[in-house]
Every structure is written in C-alpha cells, then in structure tokens.
C-alpha cells in the first residue's frame, strides 16, 4: 500500500484531536480535555506499528463479513423538503450493494434502532444496550470479522467537496482510547473496556494514509465508542448534516476502494 506523507496537525476540541498522518501524531498530539491532559497515552500506541498490521479478511467471504450498524439510524442529511427520507441507513445500503455484488463479500446489515432511547438515557447504558445486541448477532454470524459503525457529523457548515466532476463528503473516523483516566493506561476505562484499541487503530490509520484516502481526519477521545466487541471496528462519521445525501453517496464508491485496498479484497469483475 502506498501511504501519504505527512501532514500538518491541529487539535480540534475538548477530548478530540485531528491529525492526517499518524506516523507524527504519536508526538505531538495532545488533549485539550483537563481530565487526561497529563497523562501520556500516546507513548502506549506505536503509531508506525500499527500501520504495518496485515489486516486481512479470511475464510469464504460469500459469508458474513462485515457488520454495518448505525447508533444513530434517524441521523439525517440536509434536504429540499421536509418529507424527503435522507437517512444514514442509506449509506448502509449502498455499501452493502457494492461489496456484496462488485467485491463478492458479505455484509449484514443492521437496521434496528439503537436511537429511540430517552433523553436522559446514559451513555454507559446505551452501549451497553447495543453490545448486548451485536454480541448475539456476532454469536450467531461468527465468520463476520470487521464492524463499521456509519454516523453522521454535526456541523454548521457542509464538508462537500468537488472532486473531478462530482460532489463528495469529508469522511472522518473516530477512535476511542477506553482510557483509564486514574491510571492512564489505554484499553482500562473504569467504565467500558476494549483490549482492541491497537486494532482499531491500525484499521483506521492505515484507511487514513493511504495516497487515495478520502478520510480527512480521525477523531481520538477517551472514550471506547462501540469499538470493543472486534479487532477491526470503525466509527465512520460519513459526512455531516448539512451535506447532501447525493454527496455522500458519491463517496461510498471510493471509500469502498479504500476499505478493499486494506482488508486485500479485489472486485470480481
């Protein structure tokens, strides 16, 4: 694989952090979140380790090998009208499509509504809900080795862009640390655990730097993020609510690319 150089970073906000190479994130990204600011967690992630991970789907990929989920079905893309369905579910669709009829892969596809908790449901308890969830759809689907959760950001201002001739949407990833913000040591929050931290690091790092990414940024909180029922989980924020859903759908064909590029899948055709 062919990977980007470096580029500038910049940190973003409270408990979040920007970078486009991860290879200098490791040295001079920090949190601007008091609660973690002294601990150093960075020296725990060898960022140019995990970018020589082989990730590789295995066994018969007629079956079930990604999981698409969305923790936020009812997330919506800017319409025209308000009865327009601009839905996130249509990015799971669409990428179900592609990879099952061009690649030959198995997707199963999630459309259950994990958003239809109260307003004061907790966090802790939502996830929590879901892992019970997925833990019985992976029990029942053991070949599935890859979960991609698909939101979308919230923004004042769309991430669309033009590319040759079309409109796209900036695609970023999230990583959550689990951080034990007592200890500092990475994988241990005192709330959820996730022993695949480096996993999920080297899946979504080498995404982002490969010379034809179309992932501007990835997201690194303290947090777990639904990242911990497999070693490859990714938390996609497939553009943001002021984008269209044409723009984001234009992006699937190209982020699928990237994914295959990745995980060593080819078309069939």
């Not at 970023?172 to 996730?194: A, C, D, F």
């Amino acid at each position: 694989m062919n990977f980007k150089l470096p580029k500038t970073l910049c940190t973003l906000g409270v408990g979040a952090l920007l970078f486009s190479s991860p290879v200098i994130a490791s040295e001079t990204i920090t949190f601007n979140d008091y609660s973690v600011s002294d601990i150093d967690w960075k020296s725990q992630v060898d960022f140019n380790d995990v970018l020589s991970y082989e990730l590789k789907l295995t066994d018969d990929l007629s079956l079930p090998k990604i999981l698409l989920i969305h923790t936020y079905p009812n997330e919506q893309y800017k319409s025209i009208a308000d009865t327009d369905d601009t839905s996130i579910m249509h990015i799971g669709t669409e990428i179900k499509t592609i990879l099952e009829t061009d690649y030959g892969v198995g997707v199963y596809h999630y459309t259950d509504n994990f958003d239809n908790y109260p307003e004061d449901f907790f966090i802790y308890d939502m996830y929590s809900e879901m892992k019970n969830e997925l833990s019985q759809i992976l029990l029942d689907n053991p070949s599935i080795e890859v979960i991609i959760d698909l939101q979308i950001d919230i923004s004042p201002e769309p991430s669309e862009y033009l590319f040759d001739t079309e409109q796209r949407v900036g695609v970023s990833l999230v990583n959550g640390l689990s951080l034990n913000t007592e200890t500092g040591e990475i994988g241990t929050n005192q709330y959820v655990q996730n022993k695949y931290v480096k996993s999920n690091f080297a899946l979504s790092t080498q995404l982002a730097t490969l010379e034809d990414s179309t992932i501007s940024h990835i997201f690194v909180n303290q947090w777990t993020n639904g990242l911990n029922l497999l070693p490859m989980s990714l938390n996609v924020q497939f553009g943001n609510n002021e984008d269209t859903l044409d723009a984001a759908l234009n992006t699937v064909q190209p982020f699928i690319e990237n994914l295959a590029q990745v995980l060593d899948i080819e078309p069939q055709n």
